[in-house]
């Protein structure tokens, strides 16, 4: 049975996986009525199009006539919307190969890629068989049969505990998924691919809450690990031996950047974080992570 790797209901709400819980799947059942179907229609254009706004002049008529009529299963209606111009003007167009790969593995099989060799894979795939074969990759999987079937709209797996699903894939899908009332063309990072570098050294990325999720519509463009930090505070390290990277946001004073979701990276001797702390919630700041130097 599914259910969500925080079970905390506090916790999730600040990570923004409140929005998703196994009770939320939403499936096309035989004895269906037209609420049913919009409610199908509605959760596949949202999931497929990484909740990106529809126009009513860009609906699929056909298929979703082909849907309701019984001529193709919700499966098929998925990979309608997939292969469709639509799709590929809001995400293959634009984008590097690997973002689109990224963001396939996002909205057909609900989490994030678990290697560099499977993002390789289906990039070389794509570059080679081109875009169809790509999209038919994820949608013909046996991952896929066994997540979603014929008839479960695509889901984000990526937070839920359940058979072949890897832990790995909780913290990567922070770097894809940014908060519910985000969309796929509209977050902070742009065009570029998300997990190239952290796939590249078979890393997991530390967690950082999505936007609007603690109810601040703070965030941020997080600073890769091995970026030099901007200051440098306490020099060497002291009696511990021990230096951290403090990564702050939202501090708004001389010298700091003026965008608001710029982050700011530290190094502090472990026997300076206390103090470090303080003058970071002085300024306005919020810590976003913590990590070993």
């Not at 009513?56 to 919700?74: D, K």
């Not at 014929?150 to 832990?167: H, I, L, W």
């Not at 899908?173 to 590249?200: C, I, N, W």
Request: glycine share 8%; aromatic share 10%; with cysteine.
């Amino acid at each position: 049975m599914s259910a969500l790797m925080v079970n905390n209901l506090a916790a999730a709400g600040r990570l923004g996986l409140s929005a998703f819980d196994a009770s939320s799947r939403v499936e096309l059942r035989p004895d269906w009525t037209e609420d049913d179907i919009q409610t199908v229609i509605r959760a596949v254009y949202r999931q497929v199009l990484g909740n990106d706004y529809v126009m009513q002049a860009e609906r699929l008529t056909s298929a979703e006539s082909l849907l309701r009529q019984g001529n193709i299963t919700v499966r098929d209606f998925v990979r309608a919307v997939a292969k469709s111009d639509l799709y590929k003007n809001k995400f293959f167009y634009p984008n590097s190969n690997q973002r689109f790969v990224e963001l396939n593995f996002k909205h057909l099989l609900g989490r994030a890629p678990y290697s560099e060799e499977e993002l390789a894979y289906h990039t070389q795939l794509c570059e080679e068989q081109g875009y169809d074969a790509e999209i038919d990759a994820h949608i013909d999987s046996i991952e896929y049969e066994n997540s979603f079937g014929n008839n479960v709209v695509p889901y984000y797996r990526g937070f839920m505990v359940e058979p072949g699903v890897q832990t790995t894939g909780f913290t990567r899908m922070f770097r894809l998924y940014r908060g519910y009332a985000t969309s796929d063309r509209g977050t902070v990072g742009g065009k570029s691919p998300r997990l190239t570098r952290e796939l590249g050294r078979n890393q997991a990325s530390n967690i950082v809450q999505p936007a609007g999720s603690s109810g601040s519509g703070w965030k941020h463009a997080s600073i890769p690990n091995d970026a030099a930090p901007r200051k440098a505070l306490g020099g060497t390290p002291e009696e511990s031996g021990r230096m951290y990277r403090i990564e702050v946001t939202g501090i708004l004073q001389p010298g700091y950047p003026k965008v608001r979701r710029s982050s700011t990276a530290f190094l502090v001797p472990y026997e300076r974080l206390s103090q470090k702390y303080q003058e970071i919630t002085k300024k306005g700041g919020r810590i976003v992570s913590v990590t070993p130097a």
